[in-house]
């Protein structure tokens, strides 16, 4: 479940865990890219651009305890998992991180992560603030992406806006707002949401900049200069 998609729902976090162990990956996997931000700042909008301009990108898809909705995809929306077996998986460190929600359990599955980035494809997590800091715990090498607003006043603006909920649930919102941009400074980067297109500029640059980083590309120079360095040691001084 993505993190604007649970705030949407005004689903009530009521316990979550993370394992412990963390995963460090190696040189050829792909990237991990979590973005998050605060409750009312468009990650679902961007995310879902960022999808349409960069379809490469691999949409982790939660774990669900609910049932199917009509129209929902096993798979595409969800992975649908009995109460039972979703349980038995957090036993078993199945999840990177994961959550109870209002008597129905969310989590992000580990295996499906993993395999795509093992496989060399880039993954995108999009997911609330309390849930990208488990999963900062469980796999630090991620790439952490915190959305803001260009203005406290114009996320003011942009939840109060809707229309759609009374005067106790937008102050209780930007409460939420106003604590979850505390927590920026445990992020890699932050990018200003003032434009759609211009937020997901910087996004795309963010991730064409981790791949150019020298640890990940010094592998590939390495096997230049082994293949081609007659027996002499690659980077010798």
């Not at 993190?3 to 190696?26: D, Y």
């Not at 700042?41 to 949409?59: D, M």
């Not at 003032?194 to 997901?200: N, T």
Request: overall charge negative; hydrophobic content about 40%; aromatic content about 8%.
């Amino acid at each position: 479940m993505s993190g604007s998609e649970r705030e949407e729902q005004g689903l009530a976090n009521t316990g979550s865990g993370v394992p412990s162990s963390k995963i460090v990956p190696e040189p050829h996997w792909g990237l991990l890219i979590v973005l998050s931000g605060p409750s009312g700042v468009g990650k679902g909008t961007v995310s879902a651009r960022l999808r349409e301009r960069a379809p490469e990108l691999i949409y982790s898809v939660s774990v669900t305890s609910r049932a199917p909705r009509p129209g929902e995809v096993e798979g595409v929306n969800y992975f649908f998992r009995s109460r039972e077996t979703f349980l038995r998986m957090v036993a078993e460190d199945a999840f990177l991180e994961w959550a109870e929600y209002v008597n129905n359990l969310y989590g992000t599955p580990k295996d499906f992560v993993v395999q795509n980035l093992r496989e060399g494809r880039d993954v995108l997590l999009e997911i609330e603030v309390q849930g990208a800091l488990q999963v900062r715990e469980r796999f630090p090498a991620g790439i952490f992406i915190f959305l803001v607003p260009p203005s406290w006043e114009e996320l003011r603006r942009r939840i109060s806006g809707r229309g759609t909920e009374e005067d106790a649930e937008i102050a209780a919102r930007l409460e939420k707002s106003w604590e979850e941009l505390q927590m920026a400074r445990h992020y890699d980067y932050i990018v200003v949401n003032d434009d759609v297109d211009r937020a997901v500029d910087r996004i795309l640059a963010i991730i064409t900049a981790e791949h150019l980083r020298a640890e990940r590309m010094l592998r590939r120079v390495e096997q230049w200069l082994v293949h081609e360095g007659g027996g002499r040691p690659p980077f010798s001084s």
